[in-house]
């Protein structure tokens, strides 16, 4: 077989693998159930994970000058199916165009709940979020303690999203608030896109098929687009500050990952990535650019929001906090962790595991790739947290595509199950994906070996020579 000919049959198969992904999601949107039907979507998740790693093997070895164009093609037919159908299996995006109306009529979203009889004007205005002359059945509606139906998840509690998020949602009710969450799913796809195209310009040539593990992941259009989440706005801020601070832009990466802090705060354990190797050299003044920026552009984006609310602006956090299990008190977390110490000394014990993590990083970590040491403490803090949110794992899928490692995919897909199947199957899902990181890591150092020792070996003849 000639190369010419091996090219298009390899260009085939990716494209029709691509094709058959989106068909699937298609499927997975319109045939698939929703959260409290989720049967169909227990069996079509599995077909759209195969697919997606069939379309991505086969895309490695098409032509290096197809691929940007391939995985741009293929990530906005992969998004656009999210668009078919309203939230399937989060309805967070109803309280984003909430604090977004509340804002647009100069209130804070900090100042009350959605039940608050001061509010009552501005929810008679949005039958979009708060529907009327039902009978508040569906897997998304509920009835507020008031009596009203309500889109709008814990009615009865503030806001718990930092300002930037509130910025963002400000802007979604601003410029499509009355098309309801249609107008949040478009700006998680336009915000994952955009993060499609990023990548494609830091990677190397050799690389950008790694693009596609964001692009094409069918996690991302579950999660940022059909669900609308804004933890995609936290991931380009973060992979935009990383690589901002690995071309020596401190202040600029410093800022960009206290943006991203200030949209949903976990990525504040990508931030020891941006410090990768310090304790292997004598520290600097300059060492303290990157977290103090982002300390500074995240505590001054708080500033506005403090003038109105005062200590309002913590919102639901400490309820969140509590009720999401991360106590000792409530056995929710802490799954892999869980199976080797007291449940009272998990949390203590999560603490610890994330703390080598950072310093694993500080010290042996490379400045020239911090996606690589934030993928590390950021993969290693939802492997000891084990939360049930998969869309706290788009971080992860964006550091893999910048750094290639994709076995740490794994630890997303841990978290669609445990979402999807309840708390039975947290330490089954999360073990496997710890387990599938380790052989990949295995694989890894021997495969290096390997490399060093041809590379050493005075029997090969050097491709320098003559």
Not at 143 to 153: I, K, L, M
Not at 309 to 335: C, H, I, M, N, W
Not at 412 to 433: H, I, S
Request: proline share 7%.
């Amino acid at each position: 077989m000639s190369t010419s000919t091996r090219h298009r049959v390899v260009l085939g198969l990716c494209l029709a693998a691509l094709a058959a992904l989106t068909w699937a999601l298609v499927c997975t949107f319109t045939r698939g159930g929703n959260l409290h039907q989720n049967g169909r979507l227990l069996l079509w998740y599995p077909v759209d994970a195969a697919l997606f790693a069939v379309a991505v093997s086969t895309l490695r070895f098409v032509r290096p000058a197809l691929v940007p164009v391939l995985v741009l093609t293929g990530t906005v037919a992969v998004l656009a199916t999210g668009l078919l159908k309203p939230p399937l299996t989060s309805d967070d995006s109803y309280r984003y165009l909430w604090d977004g109306r509340v804002q647009a009529a100069g209130i804070s979203p900090y100042a009350h709940p959605p039940d608050a009889p001061a509010l009552a004007g501005l929810r008679a205005k949005a039958p979009e979020l708060f529907p009327v002359g039902t009978d508040c059945k569906g897997w998304d509606v509920r009835r507020a303690e008031a009596g009203f139906c309500s889109h709008v998840n814990r009615p009865a509690v503030p806001t718990i999203y930092p300002p930037v998020a509130e910025g963002y949602f400000a802007a979604l009710y601003g410029l499509g608030g009355k098309h309801g969450v249609r107008a949040a799913q478009a700006g998680g796809a336009l915000l994952a896109f955009g993060l499609c195209g990023l990548l494609l310009w830091l990677l190397p040539p050799g690389r950008r098929w790694q693009a596609s593990l964001w692009g094409w992941f069918p996690g991302v259009v579950v999660w940022a687009v059909n669900d609308a989440h804004v933890d995609t706005l936290g991931v380009l801020l973060v992979v935009a500050g990383l690589a901002a601070t690995a071309r020596g832009r401190l202040v600029g990466g410093g800022a960009l990952l206290g943006a991203a802090i200030a949209t949903k705060l976990i990525p504040a354990l990508a931030v020891p990535g941006a410090m990768s190797g310090l304790l292997a050299r004598r520290p600097q003044a300059r060492d303290l650019i990157v977290p103090v920026t982002a300390v500074a552009v995240c505590a001054l984006s708080y500033v506005p929001y403090v003038l109105a609310s005062g200590t309002g602006v913590l919102g639901y956090l400490p309820g969140y906090l509590k009720e999401e299990g991360y106590d000792s008190d409530t056995p929710q977390r802490f799954a892999l962790l869980r199976l080797l110490v007291p449940e009272s000394l998990a949390p203590v014990a999560a603490v610890v595991v994330i703390g080598l993590a950072v310093l694993s990083v500080l010290r042996f970590g490379d400045p020239q790739r911090p996606w690589r040491g934030a993928l590390l403490v950021f993969g290693t803090a939802l492997l000891a947290l084990t939360p049930a949110y998969p869309w706290y794992g788009l971080l992860v899928v964006g550091l893999v595509a910048l750094d290639g490692r994709w076995e740490w995919l794994g630890v997303p897909m841990a978290g669609a199950a445990v979402y999807l199947k309840g708390g039975d199957a947290q330490t089954r899902a999360y073990g496997l994906a710890l387990a599938v990181i380790v052989a990949g890591g295995a694989v890894r150092i021997l495969s290096a070996r390997r490399a060093t020792r041809r590379s050493c070996d005075p029997a090969r003849p050097s491709v320098l020579a003559g």
